[in-house]
T-cell receptor, first 117, second 116 residues
């Protein structure tokens, strides 16, 4: 089946630094990718929709200057958490969808656990 | 806007028993897709089963089956012969079309524990 690879799986960074998370679709092209944030024991919260070759669409309340998204190719989207603070510590997950005729299925990366100290 | 409701935050069942997780949703769309995703302790999201709203037949995947009641906007997941590996968070999800930029709407999840 289709695979979405997310890297790194976990990262620890100091307050004030930036962290980049990569999301790759390994065997299919994804014009659209999605970035989620998940707090402990909670559901996935959509942060933004990443569109290849254009600006990302951010959900209400998500700071676009803090969470920079770049979708430079059909197989790669990146999320950069800029000037990270402890409150940015969370689990971040990316997703890409395959659409074939009337069928659609979303595939998810392994997730990235970010800890800001 | 679409909403997805999972009214059971936690459930537990003995191994080999059958368990049903409930999900209701609200939409004005006629054609849409429904999913159940499993998130084990590894936190990798795994698709369990999918249902297209235009199909009347309930989807089944081995031990997993759904009871899709379109008029009632209900989409429950039945797990038969439950196994320890079924222990996970289960999320019901909705998407209103198969266009690429459509968003998945997730429920709040049900934490399922299979007891040995």
């Amino acid at each position: 089946g289709a695979v979405v690879s997310q890297h790194p799986s976990w990262v620890i960074c100091k307050s004030g630094t930036s962290v980049k998370i990569e999301c790759r679709s390994l065997d299919f092209q994804a014009t659209t990718m999605f970035w989620y944030r998940q707090f402990p024991k909670q559901s996935l919260m959509l942060m933004a929709t990443s569109n290849e070759g254009s600006k990302a669409t951010y959900e209400q309340g998500v700071e676009k200057d803090k969470f920079l998204i770049n979708h430079a190719s059909l197989t790669l989207s990146t999320l950069t958490v800029t000037s990270a603070h402890p409150e940015d510590s969370s689990f971040y997950i990316c997703s890409a969808r395959i659409i074939a005729g009337w069928n659609t299925e979303a595939f998810f990366g392994q997730g990235t656990r970010l800890t800001v100290v | 806007a679409q909403t997805v409701t999972q009214s059971q935050p936690e459930m537990s069942v003995q191994e080999a028993e059958t368990v049903t997780l409930s999900c209701t949703y609200d939409t004005s769309e006629n054609n849409y897709y429904l999913f159940w995703y499993k998130q084990p302790p590894s936190r990798q999201m795994i698709l369990v089963i999918r249902q297209e709203a235009y199909k009347q037949q309930n989807a089944t995947e081995n031990r997993f089956s759904v009871n899709f009641q379109k008029a009632a906007k209900s989409f429950s997941l039945k797990i038969s012969d439950s196994q320890l590996g079924d222990t996970a968070m289960y999320f019901c999800a909705f998407i209103r079309s198969n266009f690429g930029n459509e968003k998945l709407t997730f429920g709040t999840g049900t934490r399922l524990t299979i007891i040995p």
